[in-house]
């Protein structure tokens, strides 16, 4: 690492260290003229951008104005300070993982999967879960040692939750595609409700993913883990398998 | 046009398959009908609305029908009945029966000929209906012109109605021709259609025929404004399918999703509810000049796009077939297919040249849905922009007729309205920069492009073949298509189907069927 770099105060690079060099694009629901132009690099300066630009403007068909702007950031982040929630568990890949079931936990474990609620988007559950995975990396089907089990999508909670006990599942996957309107948080919260009331919360590892799940949200809703964008089978894997072993 | 030199034995055979197992599935589809279909013939005759606890009336008519088990009769005769004993209109028949005054199976009984005369003329009035809407859209296309193939398609999905509407409007002045409203996330699975205007929804807006003509309205509007004619589209799918045909005829949309293979592997429905409910509402399609888009190219998403390339072609025959044989011509057959080869694959861009230039030479007539990278989009949306750029240039190099945008931020969220006008214009660049490159090339003989294609439609033909001696709903049952198995009574909406009576009669089914294939035998002659 370059050793100029003041890791207490960081900020963006251009093309010079710390010139704060920063992109942006948005709209304004104004027409496109000089006015509206300043108008956005008026707002650029109260992001918090100095020698905010204007680089392009064009109207979208409505009386409103799409812009770019570039500007240099003033502000700066103390790197040294930035924490972050992280599944709590070492990376493995796929053979390490059977490898750990085989060794460690000497037993076939059972995943029940699902995508839950009103969501109809198999594509996260599916890249998880099914036998062909997601760009080259296989999903638990394949697993040895691995049950699982995909129920698809707009599995109501309760019904989740019925297959988990029927299997004597160690583990139950959530998949949440669609976030407009925040119409996950009320289905996750009900899903954590339900399997305290049924005292089964403590029995079973749950997790959640989906492209607006952090681990941190998940959390917060009660889960063990959450996971996100670029996760694959074999890091829900690891983690369901290195917490079982804590558990036991 | 030819520029794969496909082997047409292989193209030939794989036709009659794919027409063997249609025909086969069509001796099923004859035999029944669905709660859904008959709720189609009663709006079609005029009932629409809905009672106190917010319940359809063409609902509240079914569920008496139902309860009394005589729905084997099919609906035309017994409101058809009430309306001749009562000399009412079918809707106020509707009323009385939702309010419980009314219980259609307790008044005297014409005969089926007494019956079918009296409603004729409220037949005749609905079709005249649609035939006029179909006249409509061609005088409007005649006089304002449409923009030249590939027809810029975009979705909006704001869940309210009037927010769609901007949005829309705001699209067709940047260069969109068809407006997609996307229905609210698991409208699909309700079965019945909400009423009125609507401004809650996730993921989509509710289709309702009040949403269709606000819509309707503000796309004729701002038609005249840009001097081209926007096409609107909408989701004939899932439990509803020839209701939302119907509403869609009569409310004057020009493209709509109609796929039962789509239903039964994606959202769990019922194989022979939907396939039943498909057959009429492409009827309904087909006769109001409406064109569909079928699915297969969502068996991308859980498959993949280089080992599975197959079975879309071999869905494509399939769903041309079904659609022959509901009336539904070639030219109204937006047949799926999608850009979603990993881009990481050395070569992607040739096999997806081939796949494209594939489907264009084997379904010359049909303008072919072509569907943008979804699966291997990423919050990188520099990179999205480029996947989305290499998509439409297969598109303008083998003369795709509907192109659905891709959005750079396709893996974050529903498109935003830049989102839009950045997409459109990245088309609008491509098309008119590349124009006429399909004309000005051809491929090497014997090369990488040409075996792809020779290929993949062995393969898909080997498939009809294995299909055919199966019969699509083992075939379904045993998984072959998107890797998704489905039970023949399992799904959604079973409980739907139920085997005609011999007094059974459908009368729009009959008249539009009639007017469709006389067309065809004038337009052979």
């Given at each position: 690492?370059?050793n100029?770099?003041?890791?207490?105060?960081?900020?963006p690079y251009?093309?010079t260290?710390?010139?704060?060099?920063?992109q942006?694009?948005?709209t304004?629901p104004?027409?496109?003229s000089p006015?509206?132009?300043?108008?956005a690099r008026?707002?650029?300066l109260?992001m918090?951008?100095?020698?905010?630009q204007?680089?392009?403007a064009s109207?979208l068909?409505?009386g409103?104005?799409?812009f770019?702007?570039?500007?240099k950031?003033?502000?700066?982040?103390d790197?040294?300070?930035?924490?972050?929630?992280?599944v709590s568990?070492d990376?493995m890949?796929?053979?390490?993982?059977?490898?750990?079931i085989?060794?460690?936990?000497?037993r076939e474990?059972t995943?029940?999967?699902?995508?839950?609620?009103t969501?109809?988007h198999?594509?996260?559950?599916?890249?998880i879960?099914?036998?062909k995975?997601f760009?080259?990396?296989?999903g638990?089907?394949r697993?040895?040692?691995?049950?699982?089990i995909?129920?698809?999508?707009?599995?109501p909670n309760?019904?989740?939750?019925?297959?988990a006990i029927?299997?004597?599942a160690?583990?139950i996957?959530?998949?949440?595609i669609?976030t407009?309107?925040?119409v996950?948080i009320?289905?996750?919260?009900?899903?954590i409700d339900?399997l305290?009331?049924e005292?089964?919360r403590d029995k079973l590892?749950?997790?959640?993913?989906?492209?607006r799940i952090?681990?941190?949200?998940?959390?917060?809703l009660?889960f063990?883990?959450?996971?996100g964008t670029?996760d694959?089978?074999?890091d829900?894997?690891?983690?369901i398998?290195?917490?079982?072993?804590?558990?036991? | 046009?030819?520029?794969?030199n496909?082997n047409?034995e292989y193209?030939?055979?794989?036709?009659?398959?794919?027409r063997?197992?249609?025909?086969?599935t069509q001796?099923?589809?004859?035999?029944?009908s669905?709660?859904?279909?008959e709720?189609?013939i009663v709006?079609?005759?005029?009932v629409?609305?809905?009672?106190a606890?917010?319940r359809?009336?063409?609902n509240?008519?079914i569920?008496?029908?139902?309860k009394?088990?005589?729905?084997e009769?099919g609906?035309a005769?017994w409101?058809?009945?009430a309306m001749?004993q009562?000399n009412?209109t079918a809707?106020s028949?509707?009323?009385?029966?939702a309010?419980?005054?009314l219980?259609?199976?307790?008044?005297d009984?014409?005969?089926?000929e007494?019956?079918?005369?009296?409603?004729?003329?409220m037949?005749?009035?609905?079709?005249?209906?649609?035939?006029e809407?179909?006249?409509n859209?061609?005088?409007?296309i005649?006089?304002l012109?449409?923009?030249p193939k590939p027809?810029?398609y975009?979705?909006?999905?704001?869940?309210?109605?009037?927010e769609?509407?901007?949005?829309?409007?705001?699209?067709?002045?940047?260069?969109?021709?068809?407006?997609a409203v996307?229905?609210?996330?698991?409208q699909?699975?309700?079965?019945?259609v909400?009423?009125?205007?609507?401004?809650?929804g996730?993921?989509?807006t509710y289709?309702?025929?009040?949403n269709?003509?606000?819509m309707r309205?503000?796309?004729d509007?701002?038609?005249?404004?840009?001097g081209?004619?926007?096409r609107?589209?909408?989701y004939?799918s899932?439990?509803?399918m020839?209701?939302i045909?119907a509403m869609?005829a009569?409310?004057?949309?020009?493209v709509?999703?109609?796929?039962?293979?789509?239903?039964i592997?994606?959202?769990d429905?019922?194989?022979q509810?939907?396939?039943v409910?498909?057959?009429?509402?492409?009827?309904?399609n087909?006769?109001?000049g409406?064109?569909?888009n079928?699915?297969?190219?969502?068996y991308?998403?859980?498959?993949?796009?280089v080992e599975?390339?197959?079975?879309?072609?071999?869905?494509?025959f399939?769903?041309?077939?079904?659609?022959?044989?509901?009336?539904?011509?070639e030219?109204?057959?937006g047949?799926g297919?999608?850009?979603?080869?990993?881009p990481d694959?050395?070569d992607g861009?040739l096999?997806?040249l081939?796949q494209?230039?594939?489907t264009?030479?084997?379904f010359?007539?049909?303008?072919?849905?072509?569907?943008p990278?979804?699966?291997?989009m990423?919050?990188d949306i520099f990179?999205g922009?480029?996947?989305?750029?290499?998509?439409?240039?297969?598109s303008?190099?083998?003369?795709q007729?509907?192109?659905?945008l891709?959005?750079?931020?396709?893996?974050i969220?529903?498109?935003?309205l830049q989102d839009?006008a950045?997409?459109?214009?990245?088309a609008?660049?491509?098309f008119?920069?590349?124009?006429?490159l399909?004309e000005?090339?051809?491929?090497?003989?014997g090369g990488?492009?040409q075996?792809?294609?020779?290929?993949?439609?062995?393969e898909?033909?080997?498939l009809l073949?294995?299909?055919?001696s199966l019969?699509?709903?083992?075939t379904?049952?045993?998984?072959?298509?998107a890797?998704?198995?489905r039970?023949r009574?399992?799904g959604?909406g079973?409980?739907?189907?139920?085997?005609?009576s011999?007094?059974y009669?459908?009368p729009?089914?009959t008249?539009?069927?009639?007017a469709?294939?006389k067309?065809e035998v004038?337009?052979?002659?």
């Amino acid at each position: 690492m370059n050793n100029k770099i003041d890791l207490t105060a960081i900020k963006p690079y251009g093309d010079t260290l710390n010139d704060g060099m920063m992109q942006m694009s948005f709209t304004l629901p104004v027409p496109v003229s000089p006015e509206s132009k300043e108008a956005a690099r008026q707002l650029g300066l109260k992001m918090g951008l100095e020698e905010a630009q204007v680089v392009h403007a064009s109207d979208l068909g409505v009386g409103y104005t799409f812009f770019i702007v570039y500007g240099k950031c003033k502000h700066t982040i103390d790197f040294t300070r930035v924490k972050v929630s992280k599944v709590s568990s070492d990376a493995m890949d796929h053979d390490s993982v059977e490898a750990f079931i085989a060794d460690k936990l000497k037993r076939e474990i059972t995943i029940v999967g699902a995508c839950t609620g009103t969501d109809a988007h198999t594509v996260g559950i599916d890249a998880i879960m099914n036998m062909k995975g997601f760009d080259g990396h296989y999903g638990l089907e394949r697993y040895d040692g691995i049950q699982a089990i995909n129920m698809g999508a707009q599995v109501p909670n309760d019904v989740l939750i019925a297959k988990a006990i029927e299997v004597d599942a160690d583990a139950i996957i959530v998949s949440q595609i669609v976030t407009q309107k925040d119409v996950h948080i009320p289905n996750l919260t009900e899903l954590i409700d339900m399997l305290e009331s049924e005292g089964l919360r403590d029995k079973l590892i749950v997790c959640v993913g989906g492209p607006r799940i952090s681990n941190e949200l998940a959390k917060e809703l009660g889960f063990d883990a959450g996971f996100g964008t670029g996760d694959y089978a074999e890091d829900v894997a690891a983690f369901i398998v290195q917490e079982l072993a804590k558990r036991v | 046009m030819h520029k794969l030199n496909l082997n047409w034995e292989y193209v030939n055979a794989a036709r009659q398959a794919a027409r063997a197992i249609a025909e086969d599935t069509q001796n099923f589809i004859e035999a029944h009908s669905t709660v859904s279909v008959e709720r189609t013939i009663v709006r079609l005759l005029g009932v629409d609305g809905i009672d106190a606890f917010e319940r359809p009336l063409p609902n509240a008519i079914i569920d008496n029908l139902s309860k009394a088990q005589v729905l084997e009769d099919g609906a035309a005769y017994w409101l058809g009945n009430a309306m001749y004993q009562l000399n009412c209109t079918a809707q106020s028949v509707a009323e009385k029966v939702a309010c419980g005054d009314l219980d259609l199976t307790t008044l005297d009984k014409a005969s089926a000929e007494r019956v079918a005369e009296h409603i004729k003329p409220m037949v005749d009035a609905a079709v005249g209906l649609i035939e006029e809407n179909k006249k409509n859209r061609e005088m409007a296309i005649r006089t304002l012109g449409e923009g030249p193939k590939p027809y810029l398609y975009v979705i909006v999905a704001t869940g309210n109605i009037y927010e769609d509407i901007l949005q829309a409007q705001a699209a067709a002045r940047q260069g969109a021709d068809i407006i997609a409203v996307i229905r609210t996330t698991a409208q699909s699975l309700l079965d019945y259609v909400p009423y009125g205007p609507t401004t809650e929804g996730f993921g989509g807006t509710y289709a309702t025929q009040e949403n269709f003509k606000l819509m309707r309205t503000a796309l004729d509007e701002v038609g005249r404004e840009v001097g081209r004619y926007i096409r609107l589209c909408n989701y004939c799918s899932g439990l509803c399918m020839p209701e939302i045909a119907a509403m869609g005829a009569v409310e004057r949309l020009d493209v709509m999703l109609n796929d039962a293979l789509y239903g039964i592997l994606f959202r769990d429905i019922n194989m022979q509810r939907t396939l039943v409910d498909q057959y009429f509402s492409r009827v309904i399609n087909g006769f109001a000049g409406i064109i569909i888009n079928t699915g297969e190219d969502n068996y991308l998403t859980t498959s993949d796009a280089v080992e599975e390339a197959h079975t879309v072609l071999a869905s494509q025959f399939i769903n041309e077939q079904f659609a022959l044989l509901a009336g539904l011509p070639e030219e109204q057959m937006g047949l799926g297919h999608a850009f979603e080869i990993n881009p990481d694959q050395e070569d992607g861009f040739l096999y997806e040249l081939a796949q494209a230039q594939m489907t264009r030479e084997i379904f010359p007539k049909a303008p072919l849905k072509y569907m943008p990278p979804t699966k291997y989009m990423t919050g990188d949306i520099f990179k999205g922009h480029v996947q989305d750029a290499l998509f439409n240039a297969v598109s303008i190099m083998t003369n795709q007729g509907i192109q659905l945008l891709g959005m750079l931020t396709e893996a974050i969220h529903t498109p935003l309205l830049q989102d839009r006008a950045l997409s459109i214009s990245n088309a609008k660049y491509i098309f008119n920069n590349m124009r006429h490159l399909s004309e000005e090339i051809s491929f090497v003989e014997g090369g990488r492009i040409q075996t792809r294609a020779h290929d993949v439609l062995k393969e898909a033909a080997h498939l009809l073949e294995e299909i055919k001696s199966l019969g699509i709903m083992e075939t379904i049952e045993k998984g072959k298509f998107a890797g998704v198995a489905r039970n023949r009574l399992g799904g959604k909406g079973l409980e739907g189907v139920f085997k005609k009576s011999g007094r059974y009669d459908n009368p729009f089914l009959t008249v539009m069927l009639e007017a469709q294939f006389k067309k065809e035998v004038k337009s052979e002659q």
